[in-house]
Structures are given as structure tokens and as C-alpha cells.
């Protein structure tokens, strides 16, 4: 019989993924929307469908976020702390249309929980974070510029000679196929975040999952339908900035910043790198725009992003942190 505190960390888990079905839809289907390749309505049916699908595909990621960031058994409240926090922040940031990262908000508040319950810094593995969250925190955005970059100098080269209006059809019928990838890489990496949590919950209740054990098919059905549910309700705040707030779109550069988003958002994945999505495919937008011209990137809108990401993880931990204090406090 599953105890009342594991049916809580599994709840706020489902939650959790809900949330960032909704949080990070923009990621897949703004662009699309904006460019006009795809109706609102259209776009996100086609991107819960392929999150469904990604989210059932390998368990890389799920493992890095099982076994491979902290090093002590916590116990349930821990894991329950590091929901909440991450919640937290995903909401603030829903609200104010900022397109931060649910994977770093949920791996900063874990970390931040743990280092609170173990009174030290020990007990993290900070190889783990290092390898696998901060140098991937870096290097992924970075990937998507120059890969969104280079892509649309590619399609200006091999284009030149055709009209705008014929460029525009071919690749808004083109943009179906590349959000509706996006999708299924934001599935496949970002559905599995909550899935290695579940299986975390599940070890540490003693006695349901061995030690280093795979993320059981039903907690991957369970967190797949809850993406799903959260993508079909959309993103609306955030898609406003990530459709036209960093620069403006056509359908080629739409399609060149989906194609440069799926492929560094399936090598990370390849790598069990839990990345945001929501970087990588900002930056690809970036790049897209540099490659009119740099002034075409709207910079300030920029800067707040990337503010965003760099102090998602410290306030993230530090939610965290206090959520187990809290627990410590008044419940445990």
C-alpha cells in the first residue's frame, strides 16, 4: 500500500509535468502559429500528439534525474519540496510570458532541497550537475543559434532565386513537419524530467523499485497523457514572446529554427542531457535573426530571457530549500 506522503509526490509529480505541458507548448508551436504555417488550434493538437509520442520513447534522461544528481536517500517530503518549488517558479513565469526552463527549475529545486535535508553539499553530485546540467545549460543554447544561424544563411544561399511568395508556401507546409518534430524532442526530453522523479519517489518508498531501477511503463503513460493534457490547454502568454517578441518570422525562418531546435534537442537527449527546450529553441530563433541582420534580434527581450535563465537555477534551489524547511518546520 503506497503511503499518503508517495501519493502526494506522485500527484504534485503529474502536476508538475501539466504545467510544463502547458509552460513550454511555445516551444514546439510558436513559430508555426506566428508564421502562420499552422492555426492555433491546429498546432496544438499536433504538438500534444507528438509530446505523447516523444514522452514514450527511451528513459536517458529519466536516469540522470534518478540516479545521477543526488547521492543520498531522501526521504518522500524531499522529493515533494523539490515539486513544489519548481511549480513555483514554473507559475511566476507562465504568468509574467517569460519562456524559463522547467527542467532546470526542477533539477535546481531538487538540488536545493537535498543540500537543506542533508545540512551540507556532500551529498549532490556535482559531477552530475556539472556534466549533465551546467555545461549543457551553456553549450545547447549556443548549438541552437549557430545551427538556426547557419541554417537560414543555407536556405538564403540555395533560395536566392526565388520569389518570396513561393519561398513563404514551400516552407509553411514544410514548418508542419518541423514543429510537429519539435514536438515529439520536447516529448521525448522534457516528459521524462517527471518520470525520473516518480522513479526517485518510488525507490526511496522502499520496497516497490529495487535500486537503479528503469522507469516502470505506467509512470511513462502517466506523465506522457499529463503532457499531453497540459499542451492541449497551450501556452499563450509565452507563445506571444516566443513567436514574435525575439524577432520576426517568415516560414523559412520559422522551419530553420524548428529544424536546429530538433536536432541539438535529440543529441542532448542521445546523451541524457536534461536541457531546456525552451532555450534551445529561443536561441534558434536568435540565430535565425542574426542571419538577416543583427539588428533584426530584438536584444532587450533577449537580455531578460537569458537573465531568466541564469537565476532559474539559484532560485529554484533556494524554493526548494525553503519548501523542506517548511516541511521540517511544521509537518515532520
Not at 535500486?211 to 497540459?230: D, E, Q, R, W
Amino acid at each position: 500500500m503506497y503511503s499518503g506522503i508517495l501519493i502526494c509526490v506522485i500527484i504534485f509529480a503529474l502536476t508538475f509535468e501539466f504545467i510544463n505541458g502547458f509552460h513550454d507548448t511555445a516551444n514546439a508551436i510558436a513559430t508555426s502559429v506566428y508564421t502562420r504555417a499552422l492555426s492555433a488550434r491546429n498546432a496544438i493538437l499536433l504538438a500534444a500528439a507528438m509530446n505523447f509520442c516523444g514522452a514514450l520513447i527511451s528513459e536517458k534522461v529519466a536516469s540522470t534525474i534518478t540516479h545521477g544528481l543526488i547521492g543520498i536517500d531522501v526521504e518522500q517530503y524531499v522529493i515533494l519540496a523539490a515539486l513544489i518549488g519548481a511549480i513555483i517558479w514554473n507559475l511566476i513565469t507562465w504568468w509574467r510570458g517569460i519562456p524559463s526552463s522547467s527542467s532546470h527549475a526542477l533539477i535546481g529545486s531538487l538540488v536545493g532541497a537535498t543540500i537543506v535535508y542533508s545540512s551540507g553539499l556532500e551529498y549532490v553530485k556535482w559531477d552530475g550537475v556539472l556534466m549533465k546540467v551546467i555545461i549543457p545549460l551553456f553549450t545547447s543554447p549556443l548549438m541552437g543559434f549557430f545551427a538556426g544561424f547557419f541554417i537560414m544563411k543555407l536556405i538564403f544561399i540555395l533560395f536566392v532565386n526565388w520569389t518570396p511568395n513561393k519561398v513563404n508556401r514551400v516552407f509553411a507546409k514544410l514548418q508542419i513537419l518541423t514543429a510537429a518534430l519539435v514536438a515529439f524532442s520536447h516529448g521525448m526530453n522534457d516528459a521524462q524530467k517527471t518520470m525520473g522523479i516518480i522513479t526517485l519517489a518510488l525507490i526511496t518508498e522502499g520496497g516497490i523499485l529495487p535500486p537503479g531501477a528503469h522507469v516502470p511503463f505506467l509512470v511513462k503513460v502517466m506523465c506522457a497523457v499529463m503532457m499531453t493534457l497540459g499542451t492541449s490547454i497551450g501556452g499563450w502568454r509565452i507563445m506571444k514572446t516566443m513567436g514574435g517578441g525575439v524577432t520576426k518570422l517568415t516560414p523559412a525562418g520559422g522551419f530553420a529554427a524548428q529544424t536546429a531546435a530538433t536536432i541539438v534537442i535529440e543529441v542532448m537527449s542521445f546523451l541524457g542531457a536534461p536541457i531546456s527546450t525552451t532555450h534551445v529553441i529561443t536561441t534558434s530563433v536568435m540565430g535565425v535573426g542574426s542571419a538577416r541582420r543583427f539588428s533584426a534580434v530584438k536584444w532587450g527581450v533577449a537580455k531578460d530571457i537569458v537573465l531568466t535563465w541564469v537565476i532559474t537555477l539559484p532560485i529554484t534551489a533556494i524554493l526548494g530549500g525553503l519548501c523542506v524547511l517548511l516541511f521540517k518546520t511544521f509537518l515532520i
